[in-house]
């Protein structure tokens, strides 16, 4: 029976994006998207001039480099994402709104890592950080997103 418990405890803690910290399904503003949100880290709303919708999220602590980016396109985009020129160092697959999407990630020459998804559809992705850890953490937040 410990056995069990020890593995049913193991399996939950390997699951969670960050273990032992609270997560809260958060709203995308008014839209019908839902994202698990760990509770250091905030969203925030970004418009673009043609109505265009996306949320900044980043962590709370103010030494992390962290950026991260969703957008709902209604429009142009309201960012540039990293040239698409054969420069990706790594491709690293995961889910986007339960479908399989590939994340293109390569090193920048400042040293950042970014990040980002060029999927066919209305939503896609983006990230940017010094720690390659935290493009994988922002990778697992997005994986969490739902539309209700």
Known sequence: MNRI???LVFICSACSNNPGKPVN????GESNYYIQLPGDF???????????????ITPKDSTSTMFGFIEI???????????DDGSTNEIVASYLL???VQWK???TETGYYEA??????????????????????FISIVKTLRQK
């Open 42 to 56: 905030d969203i925030s709303e970004a418009r673009g001039k043609e109505g265009q919708l996306g949320y900044n």
């Open 98 to 100: 339960d479908k399989k």
């Open 105 to 107: 990630v390569h090193k």
């Open 73 to 83: 396109k209604a429009g142009n985009p309201i960012g540039n994402n990293p040239p």
């Open 25 to 28: 399904e958060t709203r995308l």
């Open 5 to 7: 418990l020890f593995l």
């Open 116 to 137: 980002f998804t060029n999927e066919p559809g209305d939503i896609n992705a983006r990230a940017s950080s010094k720690n390659r850890y935290e493009i994988d953490l």
